[in-house]
């Protein structure tokens, strides 16, 4: 099987399990494009290259993801309601290791 199950909570509070395809190279930010988690435009706008910030979201469980990259935690440390647990969803590749994700969408801006 190719499919992980990955939940994701929205920016007004829902709570979303999706099927997300390990074969396909997609990360977290294009994920929850796919599924219109969020409004066009308010996420990926830089197309996916670490370099806006707008898919930021919190990671709500121990899933081990791999580590941040230099030009991840640079845009993180610029980005606004950053916390510990935040990452950019663009930067989190679906790989049958992380399986069971739960995320939150991180607020706009």
Do not use: F
């Not at 997609?26 to 435009?41: D, F």
């Not at 919190?58 to 899933?63: A, D, F, P, T």
């Not at 980005?79 to 069971?100: F, K, M």
Request: charged share 25%.
């Amino acid at each position: 099987m190719s499919d992980i199950k990955i939940t994701i909570i929205d920016r007004e509070g829902t709570s979303h399990e999706v099927d997300a395809p390990t074969d396909m190279n997609m990360n977290i930010m294009e994920l929850v494009r796919a599924y219109e988690l969020a409004p066009e435009g308010t996420i990926g706008i830089c197309g996916g290259m670490a370099m806006c910030a707008s898919c930021q979201c919190y990671v709500l469980n121990e899933v081990v993801l791999p580590e941040k990259s230099d030009d991840e935690v640079a845009m993180l440390s610029e980005a606004y309601n950053v916390r510990e647990n935040s990452r950019l969803g663009c930067q989190i590749h679906i790989t049958p290791e992380i399986s069971g994700l739960k995320v939150e969408l991180a607020p706009e801006g």
